[in-house]
């Protein structure tokens, strides 16, 4: 689900991804982490209040769908999406507030982060060749388990 979202817009990503619910909400957090970071790596402070900007654009976009003649389990993977989505925008808000600079400041890394780590493209081991999602807050870090995060 994350090597596909950069090839489409993302409420096709969502609605005819072809991804499981679960896929696309950890795959959500994990683009959501790199966008943070690429935004503080870009231009510090005023990056995350231009991302901040987009978030609340794409949040707009997401509830448009919902509001779409769609498929049940789509429908159910909504519903948490944007509960996920609205965090992240709660979060990214603060960081302006805030007046967060990198990805080093506290405000940033006591958030729970996701990152997609590959380990070997090349192997015939599934986890190897497809990545491991990666959680991280401030010093911590543990590879996903893949709990159960909502019906979807």
Partial sequence: AVMDYKDQERNDWISRGGHPGQC????????????????????????????????????MNTVSLAREKLPNLTRKILGPLIVLDV??????ETLVEEKCEKKTDFLWIRQMRYYMEHKNLTSDNQEEKHGQIMVEMTKARFPMCYEYIGNS
């Fill in 24 to 59: 696309v909400l950890q795959g959500s957090q994990v683009l959501w982490t790199a966008e943070v970071e690429a935004a503080f790596d870009a231009e510090g402070a005023k990056g995350i209040a231009k991302y901040l900007k987009y978030l609340g654009e794409q949040l």
């Fill in 87 to 92: 965090h992240a925008k709660t979060v990214v």
